[in-house]
């Protein structure tokens, strides 16, 4: 039996920029597009905003409606990545086996930790610590398996610690909605819902059978998780292994509607991709995955082959426009982008007639030597002087991901 906690900050955003600008103290505050883009969105904000209505998602047009108090900030990603480097800097005195999930979430094994106390005692530690000594908050579930420690972190907010054990997670988990559950998105949920699967209980009691014919490999996933049967170990810190693949995702400062910001949005993910695969020094990809999110929330996702495989930012954008409007054409606005390749293969497997793509693979890696070297901004694509925000995105982005 595994002990797992799951440590999620809570109103991770705005809790940093609280903490960093001192006199918003007791105001209302959350983080999103600026303004005077009335269309821009809420990406987070504090119980003092939640509690006129704003959250995740709501415009800023809206949030000033509700709340014309609310302070707005713009999203300061260098700071939030140094709050969390500085979080994960104490995670990491407990167990080697810290495995990121998103900027704010961390799953940990304290399986062999037990000179720190028991789980719970190592997650109270780890909340005071992060309380006294950052000034964050977070929220911890601990339990055997990371599904069940990742619903326990949701169950009690702010500061709170939540144990789901063997002997209680029928009652706990059971009576939860099925879409609490990772890996039940709105599409699975409609499914399941269609099934007369409501609640996670009644997941754990379908039949195995007929969920492996619904929804194939998800199905048995879905079934064991529902059922305690997670046996999915969490990573190691430092772990050196080739990852599967490599993709990024932005949810841009508002919604997109026209062809020519579509294309930079894929342009930039397609080089904050690019330049993560040069620094796991993974060669050529075979496989390119977009997904999308439409301002409903909608989430698509469609794959094609690379031909011939290749690590370069301009296929890898041109390949993805043409996916979204082979595919996609048809939505009116896109809140979300994401491009993830893998399937990796060492050389061109295949070198064409049109053999472009060789030296664009050098350029791609002289300018991630020289963002390295000079900064970021040291040197950009041309059109994505465009819309600056959206270029900026891929920036904050960039810095975000962690390896
Ligand atoms: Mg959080």
Known sequence: MRDILHCDLNNFYASCECLANP?????????????????????????KAKSFGIKCGVTVYQALKLCPDVVICTPNFKLYNEMSQKVRKIYADYTDQVEVFSIDECWLDVTHSKMFGSPIEIAN?????????IG???????????????IGSDLKKPDATTEITVDNYKDIVWRLPVNDMFGVGRQTKLKLFK?????IGDLAK??????????????????????????????????????????????????LTKRKDIELGFTVIAESVVSRMIKHDLKCAKTLSIVVKDTQLNVYQKQCQLNPPCRDTNIYTQTAIKLFYDNFKYLTGVRLLGITVGDWCDELSQVSMFDSAKPKKCMDSVVVKIRDKFGIGAIKKGNTLLDNKIAQTFVNEHLDKND
């Open 23 to 47: 006199e918003l103290k007791g105001k209302a505050v959350a983080v999103g597009g600026s303004v005077e883009d009335r269309h821009g969105v809420i990406v987070a904000s504090n119980y």
């Open 195 to 199: 099934l007369g699967v409501n609640t």
């Open 136 to 150: 964050l908050t977070i929220s911890v579930g601990v339990s055997f398996n990371k599904t069940f420690a990742k």
């Open 206 to 255: 379908f039949s195995k059978e007929v969920l492996i014919k619904q929804f194939g490999k998800v199905g048995e996933m879905l079934y064991n998780n529902s059922n305690g049967l997670d046996e999915e170990p969490v990573a190691y810190l430092d772990d050196s292994q080739q990852p599967k693949s490599v993709g990024n995702s932005t949810t841009f400062y508002k919604d």
């Open 125 to 133: 530690k780890i909340r005071e610590r992060v309380k006294a000594e």
